[in-house]
């Protein structure tokens, strides 16, 4: 990776864009998403919720300056229901999945966020589901959740690191998005984001206006003619497939920064 140098004034512009990025999610929140959090858990409309989650996300990625660049939705069958198996480096990774996966989507979260005011007892409505490995029981129930939610035609997106990672990083997948595909027969789609960490990095405090490019890569089965394929072969090979397009990208920015370098050379 190449080290981005900044001007004081571009770090101070990056700074105003990230709080003013959050002060948009932050009114979204409790003037529009906690008054239909309480009405639509009462009216059970995962719909009409979703809806309004959609437009909440699309408003915030145009608030921080942020388009994103899709790839790979041929990859998709229309009517199937999957789940998106993702690495994460920015926040702009979660919007830009809800957004533009290509399906109506649900999304598994920490179990932490349960205790989150407004958004923990909301989660259910949202379509967010936390899978508590160490609670069998609630691990049973979550994927049982999980299952139903598919039936209603939706799909479900994991950040499988577990946490953003740092940029450069790729970190171990944990299991839980292969559990929630094998217990739900659904095929994975490995999906890739990259250039996210460049525009809200983690610990970076600052946001920058650009593209984000997300890859949806061709579906990796979970199913065979025995039944169940097994979950370390499947966490194996959607891992190498989210590395190996990293790795891809990454030679692509390396080789157009030696380009540029070597066309100044020349103008000297």
């Known amino acids: 990776m ?3 140098r900044e001007s004081n004034k571009s770090r101070l512009f990056g700074k105003l864009r990230y709080w003013w990025s959050w002060l948009v999610v932050g009114t979204i929140v409790l003037f529009i ?3 239909l959090l309480v009405y639509y858990r009462f009216k059970k409309k995962r ?3 979703f809806a309004w989650c959609d437009w909440g996300a699309r408003i915030w990625l145009r608030a921080s300056g942020v388009t994103v660049n899709v790839h790979g939705l041929e990859n998709l069958e229309k009517g199937r229901q999957y789940v998106f198996v993702a690495n994460h480096r920015s926040y702009l990774d979660t919007a830009s999945l809800y957004v533009f996966a290509g399906r109506r989507i649900g999304l598994v979260a ?3 966020l349960l205790k989150v005011p407004i958004f923990g007892p909301g989660m259910a409505v949202a379509n967010v589901i936390a899978i508590d490995r160490t609670n069998r029981e609630r691990a049973k129930e979550s994927l049982e959740t999980a299952r139903q939610i598919m039936e209603e035609g939706y799909s479900f997106g994991v950040f499988a690191e577990g946490t953003r990672a740092m940029p450069g990083e790729l970190l171990p997948f944990k299991k839980g998005a292969i559990h929630l595909a094998l217990q739900t027969k659904a095929a994975i789609i490995p999906v890739v984001f990259t250039n996210s960490d460049k ?3 983690k610990r970076t ?3 920058y206006p650009g593209a984000v490019q997300m890859f949806l890569l061709p579906a990796i ?13 499947i966490l194996v090979e959607s891992r190498r497939a989210v590395a190996n397009v990293l790795a891809r990208e990454n030679k692509k920015l390396i080789d157009s920064n030696h380009g540029i370098e070597g066309d100044q050379q020349l103008e000297k």
Not at 221 to 233: A, C, F, I, V, Y
């Open 2 to 4: 190449f080290p981005v």
């Open 33 to 35: 998403a906690a008054p």
């Open 47 to 49: 719909d009409a919720f």
């Open 110 to 112: 920490k179990k932490e």
């Open 199 to 201: 525009l809200m990095g």
């Open 205 to 207: 405090g600052v946001a």
């Open 221 to 233: 089965e979970t199913q065979n003619e025995s039944g169940d394929r097994d979950l370390m072969e």
